[in-house]
Each structure stands twice: as structure tokens, then as C-alpha cells.
């Protein structure tokens, strides 16, 4: 009778245990299972790693730790040229993942096209699944928006640290029907100390317009290596016209806008005109390369931070190219100016 005692008491503190005092698993699991004649290696990036799985019987497995509670901006990418059709976050738990991935070709580019069908197992999952059930059963309502932003405020109001409640922000704000006042009221219910910041830099540019505008203020300095790993001070050029380029090799339109540049650079670069273009590669190489083949002949540092830099967020850089037409004492006149714009200030301030 005493041994039967106090089996159950161990029985009951077991159960107990394994129901309510579960510690929080610090790693994750993500199993899935992968729809189309997918071969070989698929990779899982996040925070600037890159793991690896090889496929077998069109199944993969990844376990990782994640540093903080959710990562935002996840993504897989093959052995190819590839893209998805979304990111996803990822949380230290046990997640199931269904995704295809199709052969896919855009313009001359062929790509594997990742799809995610299905995600569980984390507390995002949950609250996407049910932004998205709502979307899909009010998205022809003639009240639409009405509710949409609703939907967006509560989303907000109860995960104001979550990024997903950022990321729904932001998409919205790209809208040019969006009603900013009041995206403008939802933003300020964001807790902006635990959100990425240059997310939040991209929504507030969006929906504060006037707030994020640079001309007509004074130059943030800063100095950056170029490529021989000189440093370069943007204090020098006082006294001189700057344009400031930010730019990356991987980058189409900042490949293509290149020559014009050279061409303004040519004619008024005896007369106080300087340029410094400051490449945001990630891969010192490959900048090196394209300093080569594009024979850029003015001054060219790297930031190699990438979005993390305060450099970008001070100039509020959320896509590139992006130009900045800097006076002699160092204030900003223009931003993104035409070749034509360009031209005609030098034609006008350097006789």
C-alpha cells in the first residue's frame, strides 16, 4: 500500500513536469517536405548564416539555435539562381514546413522558385494563419478596408514587440490607397525598442513623409576605406560639389546609371565637382571587380555592414541607387537627382 503511495506521487510530479514546468527549448527543429523533382543541397539563411541539408526522398531537416526568441527575414535558397515567394521567422521550437520548389524562368534568368504552402509550429505561424484566413474570407467585402485596418490594429495592439506586426505595417504602407493617418496611429503603438530598426525606418519614411526628408540638412560625416584601405573622410570635399552614390555590383539600375555618371564626372570634374560612391557588397571581391570593369574613376569606399550600418539608416537607404547632391558647406540640396537636374545645378553653381 505505502510502495503504491508513492508511485502515484511520482506519477503525478511526472505528469506535472512534463505538462507545467517544461523549460523553453533553446534550438530548433525545422522538418519539411519539399513538392517537385528537387535534387541535392538546400540551404536555410538567417542572421547572416547559411546551413546546409541535402535532400533525400524530397525530405530536409535543419536544427539551429535561434539568439533571440524570433528572427525575422528567414529564407531558402539551392545550389541555383533562386528566390521565394516570402520569407518566414523562425523561433526555437519544433516547426513543420511544406514547400515546392518549381524551375521557373524570368526574362533570361532561370531560377528555382521556392513556395511555401505550409508552416506550424511557432506562435507567428498561428498569428499568420489567422491574418491570412481572415484576409482570404473579407478580401472582396466592399468594406474591405474598413476592416482590413482593423484587423491590423488588433494584430498590433496585442503583439506590439512581434515583427509580423511591423512587416503587415510596412506592407501596407507601399499602398498608395493606404490611409496614413491611420497607420500613422498604429505605429505608435509599436514597442520600437525590440523591432528592427531599419524596418521600422523603412514604415516611418513611408508614412511620415515630410519627417524623413534629408535636403535642406546638414551631411551626416563619416569615413569609409576604399579600395587600396585608405580611409576617406566626407570633410574633405568642403569647399566642393558631392555627389554621393550608394550603389552595390549586384546591382542592375546602379550598374546602368554608372556610365551617365561618368560623363557628368568628366566634364565638371576640373571644376570643384567630386563624387564618392559607396558600395553596400557584402563581398569585398566582387567590388573590386566591378571597380575594374566599370574604370570608375572617382572616389569609391565599401561599407561592408550592409542595412546594419548607421551610415544607411542616417541616410535612410532602403533601396539603391540612391543619390544625395551635397553643397559646399556640406548640406544636402537633392536627393536622387535626374542626370538632367544634375547637370543643370553645375551648369548654374560651376562657371
Known amino acids: 500500500m505505502k510502495n503504491s503511495i508513492f508511485l502515484r506521487i511520482f506519477i503525478f510530479f511526472a505528469i506535472s ?16 517536405v519539399i513538392h517537385g523533382n528537387y535534387e541535392g543541397y538546400l540551404y536555410l539563411n538567417y542572421n547572416n548564416k547559411k546551413d546546409s541539408c541535402f535532400v533525400i526522398n524530397n525530405i530536409f531537416h535543419f536544427k539551429g539555435k535561434a539568439p533571440t526568441e524570433i528572427i525575422f527575414d528567414v529564407y531558402f535558397s539551392t545550389k541555383r539562381t533562386s ?13 513543420k514546413m511544406d514547400i515546392s520548389i518549381e524551375n521557373k ?9 521556392i513556395i511555401i504552402n505550409s508552416i506550424s509550429g511557432t506562435k507567428t505561424s498561428v498569428i499568420e494563419k489567422d491574418y491570412k484566413d481572415f484576409k482570404q474570407e473579407h478580401k472582396k467585402d466592399y468594406d474591405w478596408q474598413s476592416k482590413h485596418y482593423k484587423k491590423l ?9 512581434h515583427p509580423y506586426a511591423l512587416d503587415l505595417l510596412l506592407t501596407e504602407s507601399w499602398d498608395s490607397l493606404a490611409d496614413t493617418k491611420k497607420l500613422q496611429r498604429m505605429y505608435k503603438k509599436l514597442d ?16 511620415f513623409p515630410v519627417e524623413s526628408s534629408k535636403v535642406g540638412k546638414k551631411m551626416m560625416d563619416f569615413e569609409l576605406p576604399n579600395e587600396k584601405g585608405i580611409l576617406i573622410n566626407t570633410t574633405q570635399y568642403r569647399g566642393s560639389i558631392l555627389l554621393i552614390d550608394f550603389w552595390a555590383s549586384w546591382c542592375a539600375p546602379c550598374r546602368k546609371q554608372i556610365p551617365e ?3 557628368v564626372y568628366e566634364k565638371f570634374k576640373s571644376k570643384k565637382f567630386k563624387i564618392l560612391s559607396i ?9 573590386l571587380k566591378a571597380l575594374e570593369k566599370e574604370k570608375m574613376e572617382w572616389d569609391n569606399v565599401l561599407e561592408e555592414k ?18 544625395f547632391l551635397i553643397d559646399e558647406n556640406g548640406k544636402i540640396i537633392n536627393n536622387n537627382p535626374t542626370i538632367q537636374q544634375l547637370e543643370d545645378y553645375l551648369n548654374k553653381n560651376l562657371k
Open 192 to 207: 520600437l525598442k525590440l523591432q528592427d530598426a531599419q524596418s521600422l525606418l523603412v514604415l516611418k519614411r513611408n508614412i
Open 17 to 32: 513536469t512534463s505538462i507545467f514546468g517544461q523549460t523553453k527549448q533553446d534550438f530548433f527543429y525545422v522538418d519539411g
Open 306 to 323: 550592409e542595412f546594419l550600418s548607421d551610415i544607411l539608416k542616417e541616410y535612410e537607404i532602403i533601396s539603391i541607387p540612391q543619390t
Open 261 to 263: 555618371i561618368a560623363k
Open 83 to 95: 528566390a521565394m515567394n516570402e520569407s518566414f521567422y523562425l523561433e526555437n521550437e519544433n516547426i
Open 153 to 161: 490594429d488588433e494584430i498590433v495592439s496585442k503583439y506590439p514587440k
Open 105 to 113: 524562368k524570368i526574362n533570361d534568368t532561370e531560377l528555382d522558385w
Open 279 to 287: 558600395s553596400i557588397d557584402k563581398f569585398k571581391d566582387k567590388w
